[in-house]
C-alpha cells in the first residue's frame, strides 16, 4: 500500500499603500530578502513562490500592481506556524499596518497538498476566494479553524479501491 505525504500550503495577499519604490515601503523592502531567506533556513520549509528576482513582489496576480502575494510549503501546520508566529517574521510583519491596507476580508489561505506537488497561484487564489465565501473547509482553512491532513482519507480509499 502506497501512502500520500502531505504538505501544508500558505498563500497570503496583501495591498501595499504605496509602490515597492516608495519611502513608504522601505523598510518593508529592506527586510524582505532576510525574511525570505529566514523561510528558506526554517525546519520544515519545503518551497515558496518566487521570481527570478528571488521573490514574489513582481509577479502579479491582479490589475493592481500594488497586490502582492506570497505563497509557500511547509512540511507541517508547526512548522509553518513556528516561522510566521515565534521568528523575526513576527517582528517584520508587526508594521503590516505601516505598509499595507487593512483587509477587509480574509487574506491568509492554508491547504493540504501532496508532498512534491507546489500549488500553481491560480489554485491558491481559488482557495482563499473559497475560504471568503464558505468560511473554514478542509478545502481552504485559517491556522484558527484547523484541518487535519488527508492521510486517513487517501489510505482508506486506497484500501478500498474508491478513486
Given amino acids: 500500500m502506497r501512502t500520500t505525504t502531505w504538505h501544508i500550503a500558505q498563500l497570503n495577499v496583501a495591498t501595499a499603500v ?4 516608495s519611502p513608504e515601503l522601505a523598510d518593508f523592502v529592506a527586510a524582505l530578502d ?11 520549509f519545503v518551497w515558496r513562490l518566487k521570481s527570478d528576482g528571488g521573490n514574489a513582489t513582481n509577479i502579479r496576480a491582479s490589475d493592481d500592481p500594488n ?13 509553518l506556524s ?8 513576527a517582528e517584520v510583519m508587526g508594521r503590516r499596518r505601516d505598509w499595507f ?15 512534491g506537488q507546489p500549488p500553481a497561484l491560480e489554485e491558491a487564489l481559488n482557495r482563499l476566494d473559497h475560504l471568503r465565501r464558505h468560511g473554514s473547509t478542509a478545502h481552504a482553512f485559517t491556522f484558527k ?19
Fill in 18 to 21: 504605496a509602490p515597492l519604490d
Fill in 34 to 44: 532576510g525574511v525570505n531567506a529566514l523561510a528558506e533556513a526554517s525546519p520544515g
Fill in 67 to 79: 497586490f502582492l502575494v506570497n505563497m509557500s510549503v511547509w512540511e507541517s501546520l508547526e512548522a
Fill in 82 to 89: 513556528a516561522f510566521v508566529y515565534r521568528s523575526v517574521h
Fill in 101 to 115: 491596507h487593512k483587509p477587509g476580508q480574509a487574506y491568509q489561505v492554508l491547504w493540504w497538498v501532496p508532498a
Fill in 145 to 163: 479553524d484547523r484541518y487535519p491532513t488527508l492521510i486517513a482519507p487517501v489510505n482508506q480509499a486506497m484500501r478500498t479501491g474508491w478513486p
